[in-house]
């Protein structure tokens, strides 16, 4: 039982006050207290405490519900997530909830987390990030729907809120391809004869249009300098806690067979006894099968972040423009193909897409040359 106890305040005059136990926080889990004080009179300590005292009384004869916590859910929901993804995906997925959601959900009992709450953890990543935010509530919503599933509670709140939009900004949107001229300079940029192994990186991104995993992941095993193809059936990414490993490819269909052209053929010819050589000096072996195209200076993987690293420091050197990432070689590949007058499904097959919306929505890139093209052929038409 809690006491009404005097004390004097600041200026000498006898005041009253108390604490009192409130219990259990229904929502953290944590215990609670509230201490009232400033009274004139004891009599009206008494009551004020009276008063809460009966309200703490018919709280607690409430039925107990699921006290279970967030993150306590997201734990099992994680648990059969894993099994349904790859792992450089169950991976990333960890480190969004780790950094933005179980910061603010995690030691919430789940049935007492409110639509408000939701709605100000979304409004709080909205101003954060620009694309992000769309993912993290996804992966919320999702948390929320096994706990229905499984009877913690009876209703989703996340799904009751309202979704921030970002406008969309005006003017145009930088553009992330080089055209044939653009392409041309870059390769002008680097010796091709004191850095051959950027030289064929470059060449193999930009002429067999393969992802940034994709091209690190090659062996020599993967190429076909007979019939002069190139197999694409890994692809290096990052695991848990960062760790590089290799998975099958992004897609089913990135599981693919290229043809390559008879100069960067050549050019993988001459990086291959290149690289005997060098890394004979090096104490390697790389007759081997397994061998990796494109290795670092001890064999193994090189990082994700070596050929963004190369391509902004030649695109520095040179002052090139536009600034495009290494994905921008992609693009530039998808964008040649239709400015060569490859089909919509010769383009799809050969860049690996599930599915053709993927080439349409990301790729339809046209060169200025291919615009006065299509115009000319308007005027010619119309003829008037």
């Known amino acids: ?36 004080r400033g009274f004139i009179t004891k009599k009206a300590a008494n009551i004020a405490l009276s008063r809460i005292e009966v309200e703490l009384e018919q709280t607690s004869s409430l039925p107990v519900e ?39 959900f ?29 993912r993290w509530y996804n992966y919320l919503v999702a948390v929320f729907d096994f706990g229905v599933k499984h009877g913690y509670l009876s209703k989703n709140p996340a799904k009751l809120i309202t979704m921030p939009k970002k406008p969309d900004k005006w003017g145009d949107k930088p553009v992330n391809f080089w055209n044939r001229d653009q392409l041309k300079k870059f390769f002008s940029c680097i010796d091709p004869h004191q850095e051959l192994e950027k030289y064929c990186l470059f060449r193999i991104l930009a002429f067999a249009g393969v992802r940034r995993g994709e091209c690190l992941a090659i062996t020599w095993s993967d190429v076909d300098f007979v019939h002069q193809i190139l197999r694409i059936n890994k692809t290096l990414t990052q695991g848990k806690r960062g760790k590089q490993i290799i998975q099958a490819p992004k897609t089913k269909k990135g599981r693919r067979t290229i043809t390559l052209d008879n100069t960067t053929v050549g050019i993988l010819k001459r990086w ?20 990796l195209v494109f290795a670092n200076t001890k064999n193994g993987y090189k990082s994700l972040n070596t050929p963004g690293k190369w391509l902004r420091k030649i695109i520095n050197d040179n002052n090139l423009s536009p600034r495009i990432t290494i994905h921008g070689f992609r693009h530039s590949h998808c964008s040649a193909l239709f400015a060569a007058g490859a089909s919509i499904k010769e383009v799809q097959t050969r860049l690996g897409h599930e599915d053709v919306a993927t ?26």
């Not at 604490?19 to 889990?29: E, I, N, S």
Request: glycine residues 4%.
């Open 66 to 104: 699921n006290n279970i916590l967030f993150k306590e859910v997201y734990g099992e929901w994680y648990s059969q997530y894993i099994n349904t993804v790859r792992e450089s995906t169950w991976a990333r997925t960890d480190g969004m909830f780790q950094n933005h959601i179980l910061p603010i």
């Open 106 to 134: 995690g030691n919430k009992r789940l049935r007492t987390i409110t639509v408000n709450q939701c709605q100000q953890a979304v409004n709080k990543w909205f101003s954060e990030v620009t694309y992000n935010y769309t």
């Open 272 to 291: 291959r006894n290149k690289q005997r050589e060098y890394y004979l000096f090096l104490g390697f072996n790389t007759l081997k099968p397994d061998q």
């Open 359 to 384: 080439t349409l929505n990301i790729y339809t890139h046209v060169t200025q040359s291919q615009e006065k093209e299509a115009v000319q052929k308007l005027a010619n038409f119309l003829n008037f």
């Open 1 to 36: 039982m809690s006491t009404v106890k005097k004390y004097q305040d600041k200026n000498g005059n006898t005041r009253y006050q108390f604490q009192v136990y409130l219990g259990v926080d229904p929502q953290t889990g944590k215990k609670k207290s509230t201490r009232r």
